[in-house]
């Protein structure tokens, strides 16, 4: 799961979510007996109501009835529930059921089949999300465009696990529309589109898109396992990748597979919505990804830059995450908790690879993706928080902190295991390649963890032995010690060394590259963090709020908080355009820069004493140093089995 926010202080987060996937066939005995009929009617986008009908096989007695709580890849109890009205409860023969809300568990319905009954049927509505949420909360539906999560428009029995619970999935599309999704259609039954019937683990893991305006993009041309990029968009025009996108994304697909060596879907589809309507966030799947991006990604170049590492990262998830999943996370249906402890291995790992395939698929050049990773390596530099909340503790953390407020992240610290997980895994791959003189990489420990159990679908859990007997096999090391030194770590740095490793510094100029000028104008805010040390909206009405400010920075020591808003510097209207121009005067002086400052119903002049003029990360080349970021992003030579 990757989310898309302004949360962190330096650099657009992309979390991301993940989901559950099919098992091997379970004994017939542990079956649940018959098989769930699900219909969606989604031909109402206007007004964002999914109209559901559900019919569930029963025996009389006791019965309870669980609405997915823990999401998949969400991490969190992050279950729509209060989104559900409506909801009647009848028999088969049309008798009403009467049922009642667990007092402790809001998502489990309590209720009792009359004697005779034979089935039960389910009506309710979702409604759709409207603005403010996260993830699965977040608009999913505008006037040309639906994104249907199946777990958000079911009940299940209690007392199974999901992959043991058989569900037929049909949903009614407006007149015209196209739609994608891993499922299997059967055909079309009157106005409806029926779906081979799937376990309810997979059912969930298979979200669908549907869009009036609709493209279906072959990544993968000729080969057994096909791969297919789906888009829907608001506009026609959105829909329109030039000849070098195209290409760039069918090398993700070889080069995935060239990294990988196996893999664990029949077929894969990248389902896109290209919209600045819905939710933006990615939520992986194991045959899909449920990918949702600002509408010009593919026709504004600082849009395709800002977010070319999103279906990288969802892709990747396939096998980490799906395929092969943290043991804690593993769990048998949506009401049982999951545990993220080692999500800076299911989120960490996969941010590094993700953004090494963007690389190696030409999606970013060299120089973007060493300019990404001087924005992360930055971000994660200033960290005080670090102090009292290890790395370990955002891992355990996970499912409170996808959802607390941006502010102050220096020191709340949010959800680090992406982007310092990632730094940590570029030390690993460094490590390796350094131990062992070039002869093996992270590639080697990638092929045998993941590349494993070629075209299975039965979930491998594992645990942090398994990371680090694997780790060991590839080079002898003390893995155990190097990763808890940095998991456990309250030191200020952050784990840079795997970027000196690779041959290059962190430094700072006074010119922003241009990934970090791209995810500014995207997100609508200017990165001050590491001169003033704040983070400014440019966002219409928002303009001049203070997004955030760094914990001890020269901004917070003069006393400013998030939700302050710039209003003047040095007398003169704040103009985010023009701030740099303000700080190289104050760097040619001795004079403290005059800020007003509103904050709620009153103004003041704010004091900020800092003359050390503009500053923005990059990565500098080290005289001398081997170039191991090169040889990591280098594209590998293509399979000839998988192509
Ligand atoms: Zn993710």
């Given at each position: ?8 202080a330096a ?367 930055a971000s994660?530099d200033h960290r005080p ?22 502010e102050w992240v220096t020191w ?96 700072y ?17 200017v990165n001050l963090c590491y001169s003033l040390g704040v983070m400014v ?9 203070l997004l955030d400010v760094l914990w001890n920075s020269p901004a917070f020591t003069a006393g400013l908080a998030p939700?302050m808003?710039l ?12 701030v740099?121009?303000?700080l ?9 820069l005059?800020i ?10 704010v004091?900020l004493d800092y003359h050390g003029g503009p500053m923005y ?27």
């Amino acid at each position: 799961m990757r989310a898309i926010s302004q949360s962190t202080a330096a650099a657009v987060i992309f979390s991301l979510l993940c989901g559950r996937q099919a098992s091997a066939a379970p004994p017939p005995e542990h079956r649940y007996p018959g098989e769930l009929a699900l219909s969606v009617d989604l031909t109402d986008p206007g007004q964002k109501i999914f109209r559901v009908s559900e019919r569930i096989p029963v025996k009389a007695g006791a019965l309870t009835l669980y609405y997915p709580k823990w999401i998949p890849g969400e991490h969190s109890p992050s279950g729509t529930i209060s989104a559900v009205t409506g909801l009647i409860i009848t028999t088969d023969s049309g008798q009403r059921v009467q049922w009642r809300r667990d007092l402790d568990d809001m998502f489990a319905l309590h209720l009792t089949v009359p004697s005779g009954a034979a089935s039960l049927q389910l009506e309710f509505q979702l409604l759709s999300p409207g603005p403010g949420g996260d993830f699965g909360q977040s608009v999913s539906a505008t006037d040309c465009i639906e994104d249907l999560e199946w777990n958000q428009v079911l009940f299940y029995p209690a007392g199974y696990p999901v992959r043991n619970i058989a569900v037929r999935p049909a949903v009614r599309l407006p007149a015209g529309w196209g739609y994608a999704t891993a499922l299997q259609p059967t055909g079309a039954d009157h106005d409806a589109t029926a779906f081979d019937a799937v376990s309810l683990e997979q059912l969930v893991d298979s979200p669908l898109i549907a869009g009036q305006y609709f493209a279906r993009i072959d990544l993968a041309p000729g080969a057994a396992v096909p791969v297919h990029l789906d888009l829907v968009a608001d506009h026609a025009s959105d829909l329109k990748l030039t000849d070098a996108q195209l290409q760039a994304h069918r090398n993700l697909v070889t080069q995935a597979q060239a990294l990988f060596g196996a893999q664990h879907y029949r077929h894969y589809d990248f389902l896109f919505t290209l919209s600045e309507n819905t939710g933006h966030f990615g939520l992986e799947h194991s045959q899909s990804s449920d990918d949702r991006l600002f509408a010009r990604f593919f026709t504004d170049p600082d849009t395709y830059l800002a977010g070319g590492g999103l279906l990288p990262h969802e892709y990747v998830h396939s096998w980490n995450g799906k395929f092969r999943r943290p043991a804690g996370l593993a769990t048998p249906d949506f009401s049982v908790p999951m545990r993220g402890d080692l999500l800076w291995v299911y989120e960490g790992l996969t941010e590094y690879l993700g953004d090494v395939l963007t690389a190696r698929s030409g999606i970013w050049t060299a120089d973007q993706y060493r300019e990404h990773l001087a924005a992360i390596a930055a971000s994660l530099d200033h960290r005080p928080g670090r102090a009292w909340r290890d790395l370990q503790d955002t891992a355990d953390a996970a499912q409170l902190l996808y959802y607390v407020p941006g502010e102050w992240v220096t020191w709340r610290r949010s959800v680090d295991y992406y982007e310092e997980g990632e730094l940590i895994w570029l030390d690993v791959d460094t490590t390796i390649r350094e131990l062992s003189a070039g002869r093996h990489s992270l590639d080697d420990f990638v092929r045998a963890f993941y590349g494993i159990d070629d075209g299975s679908f039965v979930v491998k859990p594992y645990s942090f032995e398994d990371i680090v007997k694997t780790l060991t096999a590839v080079q002898p090391h003390d893995w155990a010690a190097f990763l808890h030194s940095r998991l456990d770590s309250h030191d200020a740095p952050a784990p840079l060394a795997g970027i000196t490793r690779g041959g290059w510094a962190l430094s700072y100029s006074d010119v922003p590259s241009a990934t970090f000028k791209a995810r500014g104008k995207v997100r609508k805010y200017v990165n001050l963090c590491y001169s003033l040390g704040v983070m400014v909206s440019t966002s219409g009405s928002r303009d001049g709020e203070l997004l955030d400010v760094l914990w001890n920075s020269p901004a917070f020591t003069a006393g400013l908080a998030p939700g302050m808003r710039l209003i003047a510097i040095n007398g003169r209207k704040f103009d985010a355009e023009r701030v740099d121009d303000d700080l190289r005067a104050a760097q040619a002086g001795h004079a403290p820069l005059e800020i007003l400052v509103q904050n709620l119903d009153s103004y003041s002049t704010v004091k900020l004493d800092y003359h050390g003029g503009p500053m923005y990360p990059h990565l500098t080349a080290v005289a001398g140093s081997a170039d191991r970021l090169d040889d990591i992003i280098a594209p590998k030579a293509a399979l000839k089995a998988s192509n």
